[in-house]
């Protein structure tokens, strides 16, 4: 299992970095928790990027855990009724 | 009630309407708190919820009557002097005045029943309110009116957005957060089958497509303003949540013969969504009905489109001879016609100069004519504000258990805009007056010989210059013994006093007086008549009535057509100058030589009394070895004013004076001369009546002690 | 942590109006008083949104737009340009500049409130 850290902005000025950081660390057969502790903000190109890394996974055959979300990326994801449905977002 | 072009703008009034009584309201609250026992801001406050509850009443909006119901019955009760207006009860009141906006504010903005937010906060302030009702009183016990037919649950939106709308800034989510404060977001489902496989997606091109249910009241096009940023570059669909709500209003909808304008007008949908499926059709073929291109595009249910089309085909059947109008932004011909004035203002500067070229004369014809066709922009038909009051008839009589056939004729005479929106209130006094005191109920009828079912007219025309709107009732008429015993009783006027039938008519109007014997819910919490008249005056209008009894009685309101400019006559008393409107001016005379105190003169073997203006306003100097006299008539009775020069014929515009001056009485507002100069606009009604009252007090006997 | 928004208008009461509008709703604000004004605050900072009138002195707003969106920090940064109602061949060069919403003056500050609002959080 390996952990990968997001931090800062999670956002459109941001992404063309975090996509890549993101989802280079995804990895065949294998679970990949993401901390989200550290994001300040979560927008529409930040939320694409946690839903696609999610289905990447699925494609690899591994588990992507979304861990410690910030109050920023909750009161983001309730916006989009997400909150509760990215697994294991605790 | 169906939102016709006409209800619309009659909502549009009622807004105006509730926010300047609700200014008033606060405004009054706010004195009562420094001065608890002024009678006179007691009554100016109870009517102001009085009001409003009876206009809301008239669109329906049920969360807004029931709420200030309370408030009225709570302030009748100050009013009867059985609850005292202490500080604390003013400061339970007014957040109940803020909350009464917040609710006018949302039935502005197309919010026609209260929000579950606006529920709870209307209880709480009610809760509040409980311990300073007198008895077991409960909120329960106001009026219920028939819901509106408007009962969508809300919107289902399908938004896919542009692959450059996060480059551009626009964050769909921001948008979906924007909509929680419409309403509730009940449902959201985002749609992520477009992402590309890893490598292949652009981390800052947009992929997502959202699925939403709104609950709210706000209407379509208010959820579709969300977008309108985007609205280019994305497919945005709004489609009811329960379309059934459309059909039925589609069908209550009066005609139109376009399918777009009836699906536009419901609602059902947007103008926007219109242009596209025309745009769709224009690409595809010219035979595709706009209806089925609607359908297809998933912008309209087809339940609806085919109500809108069973509407369309029983329009081609009736068809009459609508009427064309415009809508114009009410502001812009404000705009236009305070141009006119300053225009007006400059032509006046160059007939001062005394230049008397004949292009002069060209320039006053011009102006003239601008100043009319600016003018008549304004005026709109009567008919609408009329008509209004079909629903209240209709309300009243099941109330009363009454028959009236309610007539309406005249509805085509034109007045200006802003008039008509401050006349409707007093009219809805005298039409409720009528039907509550005026017209008998059906056995009573039959027994005096009249048909059980009470007729009530409203008819409005033109007469020299002013618009005349007359109530007409068959009913009981006034009783002349019964008013006057009243009037002695009340006070109002010594039971030695003889007087003409109409001026004792005349007494209906007086504060405080109120013929019936039964108060009933309606009009007879003795709000009316004397509002009625102080509104009428406001507008330099004026009321009588005329009654046969056993008969019925008519209620004349004459009312100038505009209210921005006047014809006027100037007159200088020393270095001042005034305007006296000039259908206030009967004639004018030189001033008899006489003694220097006297107050009247011989006119034509009539006494007529004066007042001199120079006396009055304190403007200091000699007089003029030669005054004269212009006579004004007010309700009848003529009055001389005492001036030295008499100037002529000016179009004045009107500008009205400060709120430091609202106080003052007499002069109705000022204009700027040729020159530069202000001269004040005498208000002829106030001045003479004021006058006579000083005259009376001064030639009453002193009271000895 | 409030969100920053830079207004860039000539006029100072709409400046003032429109600050005391969104201090009020908990953003923080930052003025310029023309394109080129505003570009100079536009030092790297982060700036959630601007707002910027269009006709001004020194440097108008559609100039300020074509070049805070070359800064790389400021590309993706929602604009809201006041536009008057005589000026849509303005709006259209703004929204082609980058610019994609709009306010029409004249705007009640509540209109500028909801503008902003369903673009960024407060």
């Known amino acids: 299992m390996s952990t990968v850290e997001l931090e800062g902005e999670l956002t459109i000025h941001t992404a063309a970095t975090q996509g890549p950081h993101l989802l280079g660390a995804l990895e065949e057969k294998s679970t990949l928790r993401v901390r989200l502790a550290g994001v300040t903000e979560l927008d529409t190109a930040g939320l694409q990027l946690l839903l696609l890394a999610r289905r990447e996974g699925q494609r690899l055959g591994s588990t992507v855990e979304f861990r410690d979300a910030s109050a920023e990326v909750r009161a983001a994801l309730a916006v989009v009724h997400l909150d509760g449905a990215l697994e294991a977002l605790s | ?705 | 942590m409030g969100k920053t928004i830079l207004v860039v208008d000539d006029s100072a009461s709409v400046r003032q109006v429109v600050s005391i509008a969104l201090k009020g709703a908990g953003y923080d604000v930052l003025v310029g008083t023309d394109g080129k004004d505003a570009l100079a605050k536009l030092d790297g900072r982060r700036v959630h949104l601007i707002i910027s009138d269009v006709n001004m002195p020194n440097m108008d707003g559609i100039q300020f737009v074509t070049e805070a969106k070359k800064l790389a920090a400021y590309k993706f940064t929602p604009i809201i340009m006041l536009t008057t109602e005589s000026q849509e061949d303005k709006k259209r060069q703004a929204q082609a500049a980058g610019a994609k919403a709009w306010v029409t003056k004249p705007f009640q500050p509540e209109q500028m409130l909801a503008a902003v609002s369903k673009l960024i959080a407060p």
Request: aromatic share 4%; proline share 5%.
């Open chain 2, 1 to 705: 009630m169906s939102f016709s072009d006409d209800a619309a703008e009659a909502l549009d009034i009622f807004i105006t309407e509730a926010r300047e009584l609700l200014e008033a309201l606060e405004e009054g609250l706010l004195s009562l708190e420094s001065d608890p026992s002024d009678t006179e801001t007691v009554n100016a406050v109870f009517r102001s919820a009085h009001t409003l509850k009876g206009s809301a009443g008239l669109f329906g909006l049920n969360h807004l009557v029931s709420f200030t119901h309370v408030v009225e019955t709570l302030l009748g009760h100050v009013r009867e002097g059985e609850v005292r207006a202490t500080p604390e009860l003013i400061s339970a009141l007014l957040p109940c005045a803020d909350h009464i906006a917040q609710v006018v504010a949302g039935v502005a903005d197309g919010r026609l029943s209260a929000s579950a937010a606006e529920e709870a906060a209307g209880a709480a302030l009610l809760d509040r309110l409980a311990p300073f009702l007198p008895g077991a009183f409960h909120a329960a016990a106001a009026p219920v009116l028939p819901e509106a037919v408007v009962d969508a649950r809300g919107w289902r939106l399908q938004l896919r957005f542009g692959p450059d709308c996060l480059r551009n800034g626009m964050d769909p989510m921001s948008f979906l957060r924007y909509l929680g404060t419409l309403g509730t977001v009940d449902r959201v489902h985002v749609d992520d089958s477009a992402l590309p496989e890893g490598a292949d997606m652009d981390p800052e091109t947009s992929y997502l497509a959202f699925e939403v249910d709104l609950l709210t009241d706000a209407p379509k096009p208010e959820v579709e303003s969300v977008f309108e940023f985007v609205r280019d570059e994305s497919d945005i669909r709004i489609t009811p949540l329960a379309a059934s709500s459309y059909v039925d209003y589609i069908e209550a909808m009066p005609q139109r013969d376009r399918i777009g304008d009836v699906l536009l007008e419901s609602g059902a949908v947007t103008p926007s969504e219109i242009d596209q499926a025309l745009r769709i059709q224009r690409e595809r073929s010219l035979t595709v009905p706009i209806g089925q291109v609607l359908i297809e595009e998933g912008l309209a249910d087809p339940a609806v489109v085919e109500a809108a089309l069973t509407r369309q085909r029983k329009v081609a059947d009736s068809r009459s001879a609508d009427t064309q109008t415009i809508r114009i932004d009410a502001s812009r011909l404000d705009r236009l016609i305070d141009l006119v004035g300053e225009l007006v203002i400059a032509q006046a500067s160059t007939t001062m100069a005394g230049d008397g070229l004949e292009a002069q004369s060209e320039v006053t014809r011009l102006i003239d004519e601008v100043r009319h066709s600016a003018l008549s922009l304004r005026m709109v038909p009567i008919g609408m504000t009329l008509r209004r009051f079909e629903r209240v008839v209709r309300d009243v009589c099941v109330d009363l258990g009454k028959e009236v056939q309610l007539t309406i004729t005249g509805g085509d005479a034109e007045m200006d805009k802003a008039l008509v929106e401050r006349i409707s209130d007093p009219l809805l006094h005298l039409v409720r007056n009528s039907l509550d005191h005026g017209i008998e109920p059906p056995a009573e009828r039959v027994r005096c010989g009249k048909p059980a079912q009470g007729s009530l007219r409203l008819n409005a025309y033109h007469d020299a210059g002013n618009i005349v709107i007359e109530v007409a009732d068959d009913g009981r008429g006034l009783d002349r013994d019964k008013i006057l015993a009243k009037a002695v009783d009340r006070g109002l006027i010594s039971g030695s006093a003889s007087l003409s039938d109409a001026e004792i008519y005349d007494l209906i109007f007086e504060p405080g007086f109120s013929t019936a014997d039964a108060v009933s819910n309606l009009s007879g919490r003795g709000v009316g008549m004397d509002v009625v008249r102080r509104n009428v005056a406001a507008l330099r209008g004026s009321i009588e009535v005329e009654s046969v009894r056993g008969h019925g009685a008519v209620i004349r309101i004459r009312l100038p057509l505009t209210l921005a400019i006047i014809d006027g006559f100037l007159v200088g008393v020393g270095p001042s100058s005034f305007i006296v409107p000039l259908d206030r001016v009967t004639e004018c005379v030189e001033l008899p030589p006489g003694p220097r105190g006297r107050d009247c003169m011989n006119l034509r073997g009539e006494v007529l009394p004066f007042i001199r203006l120079r006396q009055l306003f304190g403007i200091p100097g000699e007089s003029a070895r030669r005054q004269n006299v212009v006579v004004v008539e007010q309700s009848g009775q003529r009055t001389g004013l005492v001036v030295d020069a008499l100037l002529g014929e000016f179009q004045t515009v009107i500008k009205p004076l400060g709120p430091l001056f609202s106080n003052l009485k007499c002069v109705s507002g000022s204009t700027i001369l040729g020159n530069g100069d202000v001269a004040l606009i005498l208000d002829v009604g106030p001045l003479v009546s004021e006058h006579t009252d000083h005259e009376r007090a001064r030639q009453a006997p002193i009271p000895v002690g």
